[in-house]
């Protein structure tokens, strides 16, 4: 059975590059019938949030991207990091280590002068004398001192690593007795289940690190799939300015989850010249194999163009029920058909969609002067106010075609264009030259307001 994890550090929000690493794992997953699980890793007690842990588990719950299993706190696992610390002593795969601060210092100030790499010079490794007083000793694990480390990875193939140039005896607990991320990720990734670990490419210089920690604590080791980062369109690491920001703030500017889940899974992953994937769709088709060798780009139009094909695409209900969280109620509005059908053709997203929908439904506070000018002029109060007669002597029109007539009624009585009347009515409904067909805006608010809409915009520009 695949295991996957999700394992973010709650020192600040979840980013676009760590959701898509979630949602990568989350499918992996789910396509073999596995378990996708999601571990807290807040074993740095200086930098964690309550809010940034809350944070994340919002936007799983918003994304629909939901864990099995209890989540994993490593703030409460003290105890069982300790065992295998203690494991690691008594097998001789670990020692303490007794060098100050004073001594690590000088050391590598010394490499520097003779232009050498800064490492810790294993001192201590086979030390059998007396501690030195007063010095609080740090773990390390004997680390191999030649050969190579290979990280068999299913995104970039064998990635080879030689002992000598990049690995000493790396500290996996430190003075206080706190074990270190290297050790903790080791042991949780075990001791949870987890085979195949998909993470950032980021996390491919701490593998070989993590390698020696399961071959010192016979574990099985798991598959790895370490996947490049997101660029901007220049081809540098993601800013907030290009959109990696707290994935919380895409759901109050106004995107899907579904939209920007199908955004994600197409950065660095395609199947065919396919664009629009449905949940069910992701989790047959994506294999982590699949996933491209090269940085993806991040497109903002791209996930604008999903984001408008998702709100086009919503049933009504679901319109109503995401735009709540935009202040927008219209459960019980006996129009909210019409007016969603007209209005989310228009929309990039659901905050635009919002404003269009209080456009239509919220009477105009003020008028757009370039659009007074154009709008009343001529016999323009003339058209409106025979416009509003109509109205006003018909027997409660309801629907768009209904309005449709009276303004035919108009046009062909008063022997006129329909811009004549279309732009002045325009503008007393709205306020502004733009928005949905008229016939639809007046069936939304109804009989009575689209009369003191007219009454209203000719007293205030007459």
């Known amino acids: 059975m695949v295991v996957t994890r999700f394992a973010p550090s709650p020192t600040g929000y979840l980013h676009i590059g760590g959701l898509r690493t979630a949602l990568f794992s989350y499918l992996w997953a789910k396509k073999n019938g596995g378990k996708f699980l999601l571990r807290i890793e807040d074993t740095d007690k200086a930098r964690n949030s309550e809010e940034a842990a809350q944070a994340i588990l919002d936007a799983f719950e918003w994304l629909g991207l939901k864990s099995d299993g209890e989540i994993i706190y490593q703030s409460k696992r003290d105890d069982i990091y300790a065992k295998y610390i203690k494991q690691l002593l008594d097998d001789g795969k670990a020692y303490k280590c007794y060098m100050s601060k004073e ?14 790499r800064t490492m810790y010079d294993g001192r201590y490794r086979d030390f059998e004398g007396t501690p030195p007083q007063g010095v609080e000793p740090v773990i390390r694990i004997k680390a191999p001192m030649s050969g190579e480390i290979i990280v068999r ?66 574990f099985d080791m798991p598959s790895f799939y370490h996947v490049p980062m997101i660029h901007n369109s220049g081809g540098k690491k993601l800013s907030k300015r290009d959109g990696a920001t707290d994935v919380m703030a895409y759901k109050e500017m106004g995107y899907t989850p579904a939209a920007l889940l199908n955004f ?59 735009l709540t969280d935009f202040g927008i109620l219209l459960t019980s509005h006996d129009k909210k058909e019409i007016l969603l059908d007209a209005l989310k ?29 154009k709008a009343f002029k001529g016999d323009a109060f003339e058209v409106l106010n025979a416009f509003g007669a ?73």
Not at 103 to 115: C, F, G, S, V
């Open 390 to 462: 109509k109205v006003s002597a018909s027997d409660a029109p309801k629907l768009p075609l209904d309005y449709h007539a009276l303004m035919e009624s108009v046009v062909s009585e008063m022997e006129i264009g329909f811009g004549k009347i279309g732009q002045p009515l325009r503008l007393a409904l709205l306020g502004k030259l733009s928005g949905p067909g008229l016939d639809v805006v007046m069936s939304v608010i109804g009989k009575e307001e689209t009369m003191l809409r007219i009454e209203k915009a000719i007293l205030a520009n007459s």
């Open 153 to 218: 990875d299913g995104v970039k193939g064998d990635v080879k690593f030689q002992a000598e140039d990049i690995l000493d005896d790396f500290v996996i607990a430190r003075a206080d007795g706190s074990p270190t991320y290297n050790l903790v990720v080791a042991i949780d990734d075990y001791l949870m289940g987890v085979n195949e670990v998909i993470r950032g490419d980021d996390h491919l210089s701490n593998t070989p690190k993590q390698i020696i920690i399961y071959e010192a604590l016979g």
């Open 345 to 373: 053709e228009r929309a990039k997203t659901l905050k635009e969609l919002a404003t269009l929908v209080l456009e239509v439904t919220s009477a105009p506070t003020s008028y757009d002067e370039k659009a007074v000018k």
């Open 264 to 322: 994600l899974v197409r950065l660095g992953w395609s199947h065919g010249d396919q664009e629009i994937f449905s949940m069910d769709e992701m989790k047959t088709l994506f294999n982590p194999q699949d996933i491209n060798k090269s940085a993806s780009i991040y497109n903002t139009e791209k996930l604008d163009w999903l984001n408008s094909h998702y709100i086009k695409n919503s049933s009504n209900d679901e319109l109503t029920n995401l």
């Open 103 to 116: 001594e690590l210092t000088e050391l590598r100030e010394t490499q520097m002068a003779n232009k050498q």
